[in-house]
């Protein structure tokens, strides 16, 4: 069975410093990582996939096999960027399509 | 486009009364999902469908949760009786296809947040 682990429920920032949001998963196969975002009133939306390598609102992840681990930085926080901030994985095989979410860690960036 | 659509937005019911929620997906997406987020947990899948039939229903207390998707669009999910343990926001998500390369990932919608006291 897959898990995600999020160690960090809340994570403080000031404006301007680099930010980190740690990830771990547990998987035996080769699987797909997301970082899910969701702003204060507002839906549950996807902010980067592992596969597209791309940059997004200044965020990078990099998936590191090795490691196990999906961590999302940005070198310069804005405020902006307050959010709850969610670690996923998709499985293969039968279970493809299904998401397994970390708890979440809560992104407070101050002025 | 017009999102994933979900009603009603909050519900307060007492323990071991019924309730349902309704999910509209985005036109032309085969899979749709029911996730349960309790409050400080991150979203869990309870049911998937593709099209009109059920993928994955591991997760789902059919003791007391139902869901269906008629015609493979809309969807709707029940609980009955409900518990305390219930109160939880219950999101909904559609994909386009059940692919294992997920390009999209989902589209949730805004959820339902019910309370059961």
């Known amino acids: 069975a897959q898990r995600v682990t999020q160690p960090e429920k809340l994570l403080s920032v000031f404006k301007g410093a680099p930010v980190e949001l740690k990830c771990n998963y547990s998987y035996s196969g080769s699987p797909e990582l997301f970082w899910y975002v969701q702003y204060s009133r507002q839906r549950l939306q996807l902010l980067l996939r592992h596969i597209s390598r791309e940059s997004i609102k200044g965020f990078t992840a990099d998936l590191n096999k090795g490691e196990t681990s999906f961590h999302l930085k940005k070198p310069f926080a804005q405020e902006e960027d307050s959010a709850m901030y969610y670690c996923a994985l998709q499985a293969g095989g039968t279970s493809y399509g299904k998401l397994t979410f970390g708890q979440g860690t809560i992104l407070t960036v101050h002025p | 486009e017009a999102g994933v659509a979900q009603s009603p937005r909050y519900k307060i019911i007492e323990k071991r009364q019924s309730v349902a929620f309704w999910c509209n997906p985005i036109s032309g997406h085969a899979t749709l999902y029911w996730y349960q987020q309790i409050l400080g947990q991150g979203p869990k899948l309870l049911i998937q469908f593709q099209n009109n039939g059920v993928v994955d229903d591991s997760q789902l207390p059919k003791d007391r949760f139902s869901a269906e998707r008629l015609k493979g669009v809309d969807s709707t999910l029940k609980i009955q009786p409900a518990k305390l343990e219930d109160s939880a926001v219950y999101l909904c998500?559609?994909?386009?296809?059940?692919?294992?390369?997920?390009?999209?990932?989902?589209?949730f919608g805004s959820g339902t947040r019910l309370t059961v006291v």
């Open positions: 998500a559609s994909s386009p296809e059940r692919t294992r390369v997920n390009n999209y990932g989902y589209t």
